[in-house]
């Protein structure tokens, strides 16, 4: 079952010296429960085209369902992480973690039991009270991940979650994140500039041409998850 279609979503951004064509028709279609890497050179239209799916920008042609419906406008059943952990400095893991359910208004006491249960899943318990600067950034990333994930949704977007890591503490991350997603079986796009990590977690890599930037090939990946 197709989560996630994109057809024919083009974006051109407006701007003073003219307008700058970002993306050129893309065509994919994400099943539920699968995780798609997208790798190409840098500015070919991929954090572009995760905005759109995100619903932050508006396509400017073609058109994107999420569950069968056309988006409009910023979606609530996805989750974002983005390539820096943006967490508030003043507030401990748990209530960074928290912050999801307060601005969504979930009910706060099934919203603690469940983000307890993803500190635990990401390693972070005995962290709970620990402020963003007495982490590594490893585990800033994973309490980020956690948040982006409270709220149960659907699809998990994540743009360079981990180019701001060291190499070495990139490689644990990403075992990490495999194994969170082999427990939580989200719909993942993920966006990365190292191709070996998303050979690692992916069931299929999508790979970008030059901006205005294009699907200029697909490959399926058929790897066993530990
Ligand atoms: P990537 O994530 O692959 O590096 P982006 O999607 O960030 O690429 O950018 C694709 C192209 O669109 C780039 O040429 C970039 O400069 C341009 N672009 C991205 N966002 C905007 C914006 N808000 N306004 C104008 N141009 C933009
Ligand atoms: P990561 O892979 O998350 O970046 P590090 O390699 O920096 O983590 O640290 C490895 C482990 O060391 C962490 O999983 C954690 O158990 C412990 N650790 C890291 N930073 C701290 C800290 N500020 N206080 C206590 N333990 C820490």
Redesign the pocket.
Known sequence: VPLIEVRGVTKT?P?RDGP?E?LRPIDLSINEGEFVSVV??????????L?LVAGL?PASGGEIRIGGRRIVGPQTNVGIVFQNAVLMAWRNVSNNILLQAEMRGMDMAAARKRAQQLIEMAGLKGFEKKYPWQLSGGMQQRASICRALLHDPAVMLM?EPFGALDAMTREKMNIELQRIWLESRKTVLL?THSIPEAVFLSDRVIV?SE?P?SIAATYDIDLPRS
Request: glycine share 24%.
């Open positions: 951004y701007g700058t970002s190409g050179p840098s500015g070919c239209g991929k954090s572009t085209l905005k920008a743009d966006i970008m901006r930037g």
